[in-house]
């Protein structure tokens, strides 16, 4: 009697076995493709917003100017990206520091980025987006008035009849129209420029190794410096204190002889 009470629950067992099994595969499945819709390329960038990047690098000591020199050489010799260093600078001394302002494609930026994080470890990265869409709409517009007010002055020119005072004006009037439309043309060009061109500054800082006698070594090395600075203010002090000095042995002076003075009476 006992037996087809135990074949029953071992059944029912069974069966919620295989659904949590089901269960744990279509969670499993779940994840696998919300890890695979997190790695989905990204969509094509807008044509109107700039770029700039910026990363903290954080070597050991001695690693700085090595690292500088890799970033500034593997930029100058990446033309296909376009990189070019827009400024550099290195701080030697206790604490070696250097940055570095460059610019280039999407593809050389990775590569650059990639390059410093392989030079020690990469402590700070944040991305900032500019929208220039404004900006590059308004310029065009000021080419296109621009070049239908050359075009109406060149169609004045070719007017006969006109005296020489007026000539003069116009010729003046065609030279300014000219100028502002070689502005805008730079204009255009450089907001063409940071747009196609992402912008990258990269800081590299040394990472001091503490041994035990590195506070020792830094001491040692400053104590000219703070005996010097010691023995200064000292003798400055000893400067402001010197007339007082003077001033209080004067005043000490007369009162005891003002008291004399007094008490003989």
């Avoid at 590569?111 to 869409?133: I, M, N, P, Y």
């Avoid at 006109?162 to 004006?169: F, G, Q, R, S, V």
């Amino acid at each position: 009697m006992i037996w087809p009470f135990l074949t029953r629950g071992c059944e029912r067992m069974n069966r919620i076995l295989y659904l949590l099994c089901a269960l744990c595969l279509i969670a499993c499945s779940g994840r696998e493709q919300g890890d695979m819709a997190s790695v989905v390329a990204p969509k094509e960038r807008d044509k109107f917003l700039a770029y700039e990047h910026a990363a903290t690098i954080q070597t050991d000591e001695g690693k700085v100017k090595p690292l500088f020199d890799r970033l500034v050489a593997a930029c100058e010799a990446d033309r296909d990206n376009q990189c070019a260093l827009m400024k550099s600078s290195v701080e030697g001394g206790r604490y070696e520091a250097a940055q570095l302002r460059m610019r280039a494609k999407s593809a050389g930026i990775n590569k650059l980025l990639a390059l410093a994080a392989a030079g020690g470890e990469l402590a700070r990265q944040e991305t900032s987006v500019e929208d220039l869409a404004r900006p590059v709409a308004d310029n065009a517009k000021r080419l296109e008035m621009l070049h239908a007010y050359q075009q109406k002055l060149d169609k004045l020119a070719r007017k006969p009849g006109l005296d020489a005072d007026a000539l003069i004006k116009l010729a003046k009037e065609q030279a300014s129209v000219q100028s502002e439309l070689e502005q805008a043309n730079g204009e255009a060009a450089h907001l063409l420029a940071r747009m196609n061109l992402d912008i990258l500054n990269v800081t590299i800082q040394s990472r001091e190794r503490q041994s035990f006698w590195t506070p020792v070594r830094y001491a040692a090395e400053g104590f000219g410096g703070n005996l010097s600075s010691g023995i200064a203010s000292v003798v400055t002090g000893l400067a402001y204190l010197l007339p007082w000095l003077l001033v209080m042995a004067l005043a000490f002076w007369l009162l005891r002889k003002l008291w004399r003075k007094v008490a003989k009476k």
